[in-house]
């Protein structure tokens, strides 16, 4: 257990049963749990094949209550006089199935979405559920964020005749000119907000979203030339929202402290300053601790939701208590804390591949001087010399090599010498493991060491930010955790591209190079046996939140297949299943049909029958294996 570290990032959703599956308990403390293993195995059965996304909803439903419970007590508890609304910004997750479910467990608190683009802004305008009275304070909001055109500005002001609430945030001085133009134009009292640039900096991987030349939102002259241009249009009482945004995934709490004290004050300047602020929206950046280290600079935090929910409540507080204002509406627009639980991405091994333990190929006497050396090292290995035999077999490794490249040496030779150095990494390697310290010049040996476990699995479409920007997923076993994991593997996806793979991984203190791993069973491990009966299921979690927009077609492997999965009285129910791309929808991305490539094997079948190249049930099957791979899914198809 304490390898993966489950209890870290796990808590309360992810644990270990006594059977040594994982198990989950999508509702938290509250509700029944159930056995991931036995679930991906039920899902096969009904041939869902792998890789394969689960969504647990009861996850999402139970973060929100979460954000809204960590507001509602931090309010108790500071006395603070207005309320929370938060909103869920439809970019870390844009999937209907999950928009429609956060609405839908968001009611109860009137919790609204935000957009970010047009069409981010057709999916809230369809989803969010109109008001019968839009006025009273009951209406979840729509926060109307990123560059905006007319078109968009227009659709979002219109939208306030059907219902609901928009509120349109300035993110450049030209579109307070268009709202100020379309808002008379229709007679149409608009909710403006201002996002502000400020000077409190995010630190970690998103840290540049905030600060004086952060590529969003306005400085302070431009809020005051927006404040302005209201006033000369008689609009300054439309402005009632103050924004930023410091970045995604907020490690520290200081930097949640820093910014929201900035923003606290000059939203007390617009009230000063005649605008009927109302709002105080906080953005994004309460972080996830992917690693459960609370250490860990890009993927952990140093801080829970209740903090981050209690310094943002006491701080607006202090600070509208001073200046004798009224306390703003506070909004988050949280994303990532309240999707990355909820899906896991269920994969298989195909086939591993080690180095070799101990050498094979006989010995002989005759044989060439540089593999009787090494040979002899190998044989020598021992407490007191293995740092020095190291070294001594690598030389003799890199000697074998310009022996061969000038002709000295067989190719026969040469495999000797090399099977003989993996064999004498692994001798040193299980010596360096019993010591307490381990040499600089042998820190790497593991690594090198590492068995390639290769996984049915694309890294750019499933999980593009481990690939792009080493974000680290917690990775492990599904099942088999009752044994001892005494392999040590790094992940090869499918990809033809030497990026494709898994080889950074949470750990206590940072991060490490190998994943500990069970040795395939017989079958699995004869390379690429998708056949087998016996699999090897890993789990890649916390990754709701963002992969899946971002991911890509590299190689044209596509979507994969989602389940979403809902607790019941009874068990659990799949509630939907999302098929994956098959090869002709992907091909169709890149504008191949489908039917004219079948149409032009066709024709080359029988092109190669005349000419007697290919017998009719060659060209039976061939077509016949076409049409079917057309239908496919894109990933390996296992017969389990
Ligand atoms: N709001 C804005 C304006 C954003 O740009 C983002 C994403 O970076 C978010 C909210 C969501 O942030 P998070 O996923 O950290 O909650």
Known sequence: EHLYRIKGWGEPYFSINTVGHVTVSPEGDRGGSLDLYELVESLRRRNIGLPLLIRFSDILADRIERLNACFAKAIARYNYPNVYRGVYPIKCNQHRHIVESLVRYGKPFQFGLEAGSKPELMIALATLEPAENPQNNQSPLLICNG????????TALLATRIGLKPIIVIEQLKEVDIAIEISRQFGIKPILGVRAKLSSKGIGRWGNSSGERAKFGLTIPEILAVVHRLQASEMLDCLQLLHYHVGSQISSITVVKDAIREAAQIYGELVNLGASMQYLDVGGGLGVDYDGSKTNFYVSKNYNMQNYANDIVAEVQEACAERNIAAPVLISESGR????????????????????RTPSLPGTEKEHLIVRNIRETYNLINEENYQETFHDAMQFKEEAISLFNFGYLSLKERAKVEEIYWACCGKISEIVK????????????EKIMASIYYVNLSVFQSAADAWAIDQLFPIMPIHRLTEEPTQKGILADLTCDSDGKIDKFIDLKDVKDVLELHPLKAEQSSSNNVDSKDPYYLGMFLVGAYQEIMGNLHNLFGDTNVVHIKMNPKGHQIEYLVKGDTITEVLGYVQYNGEDLLETIRHRTEQALQDNRITLEEAQLLLQDYERSLRRYTYLVDSH
């Open 337 to 356: 804390a309240i999707t990355a639980h909820h899906s896991v991405l269920i994969f298989d091994v195909l086939g591993s591949s080690e180095v070799p």
């Open 434 to 445: 019993k010591q307490d310290y381990v040499p600089d010049d042998l820190e790497d040996l």
């Open 147 to 154: 560059y905006k055109d007319r078109e968009y500005i227009e």
